[in-house]
């Protein structure tokens, strides 16, 4: 099958510290091409891939030291697109809504993921107006706001088994990982260090939005000697940090759409205590990858009794559940469905004048 993947262009393909839904297009580009299909990967030219890379801009938007204009760049990258569609057998995007207008009246077989949050005021108008788009969901709950879209699957992450090493010990601090924001609540992962006397190691990126929140609401409370911030860490700092912790501390305050973090944790072992909140009751299973609370409270005697879990177990959990084949699988099987047709298609004709497009071209 000869498949395009869309990726934004914030991040590189995988990110070199923080980015979860490009570390996903990564890991789903690279299962599909070792399941023998032909994948155009369109995603920044720093990006690591096993498929053709097709690169708009020489490195991803956030690290570069150049200035590019985000909507110039992703206008770019979906005119690109739109010029090769009949290169392909069905493309896949992770570009949010952007690509609609352009894409509605396209032949050529087309998905999106939707890997954010969906709660945003003004959405229900535009899926009502792209009604007809397909489009996926990486949990069951990310779909409550916007019963309205035409939600063709729900396709949980993966990730590769072995890039994390499975711990089956642990160490003697919790951790927190991913971004300081208000939603994730890096507050109540410093209260549940503080109030269980373990060390808390917080790795995470703090975005200029949330600088303010972290300078004036998170940076004091790192004053307590059983706290320390590491900052954004890279692929082999967070396989040491999650298999060294004794838990991770996911106590979100938002409908989290799927919390790649937390299968990151069960594949070294390392058990989660996670809120209630989003998709933590599908991602995660009660007693066995770790504790769902509702309250500090329970979240205070959870860390107490973190190391009931059984580490081998949680490992086996995230084995049977959310590894980057299974999420391949599943996601050749919607391609399928959407194209209505077996495996073994052929690709459709190029347009004259495409045949010779360059594959990294860059701004």
Not at 174 to 183: K, T, Y
Not at 306 to 318: A, P
Request: with cysteine; charged share 20%.
């Amino acid at each position: 099958m000869k498949i395009a993947q869309v990726s934004p262009l914030c991040e590189s393909v995988p990110p070199r510290c923080y980015g979860g839904t490009e570390r996903i297009v990564s890991y789903l580009t690279d299962a599909l091409v070792s399941q023998g299909h032909e994948v155009t990967l369109f995603a920044s030219g720093d990006s690591r891939t096993k498929a053709d890379l097709y690169a708009i801009i020489p490195k991803a938007i956030r690290l570069s030291s150049e200035r590019h204009d985000p909507v110039i760049c992703h206008l770019l990258q979906l005119e690109r697109v739109v010029q090769m569609a009949n290169r392909f057998d069905i493309i896949h995007f992770h570009t949010d809504y952007f690509h609609f207008p352009l894409f509605r009246e396209i032949a050529v077989p087309h998905v999106t993921t939707l890997h954010g949050r969906l709660d945003l005021p003004d959405l229900p108008r535009l899926y009502q107006e792209f009604e007809e788009m397909p489009v996926v969901s990486i949990s069951d709950s990310q779909r409550a706001p916007l019963p309205e879209a035409n939600w063709v699957d729900t396709i949980y992450h993966g990730i590769p088994i072995n890039n994390f090493t499975f711990s089956p010990q642990g160490g003697d601090y919790f951790a927190f990982l991913g971004r300081i924001s208000r939603e994730k609540r890096p507050d109540r992962a410093i209260e549940i260090a503080i109030q269980t006397g373990v060390p808390l190691k917080i790795a995470a990126k703090v975005d200029p939005a949330d600088q303010s929140y972290f300078e004036n609401e998170i940076e004091p409370l790192m004053d307590h000697p059983l706290v320390e911030f590491i900052g954004e860490v890279n692929e082999a700092g967070k396989n040491a940090l999650l298999g060294g912790a004794r838990a991770l501390l996911f106590p979100i305050d938002w409908p989290e759409p799927f919390g790649l973090v937390m299968i990151e944790a069960m594949a070294c072992g390392t058990p989660v205590i996670a809120m209630r909140n989003g998709s933590v009751g599908e991602v995660m299973q009660d007693g066995v990858s770790g504790f769902i609370v509702q309250t500090m409270e329970q979240a205070f005697a959870a860390a107490e009794r973190i190391q009931e879990i059984d580490r081998q177990g949680c490992r086996r959990y995230f084995e049977e559940r959310f590894t980057d084949q299974r999420m391949a699988a599943d996601y050749l099987r919607l391609y399928q469905k959407l194209l209505g047709s077996s495996p073994s298609l052929e690709s459709p004709g190029t347009p004259d004048g495409l045949e010779n497009l360059p594959m990294t071209p860059s701004l």
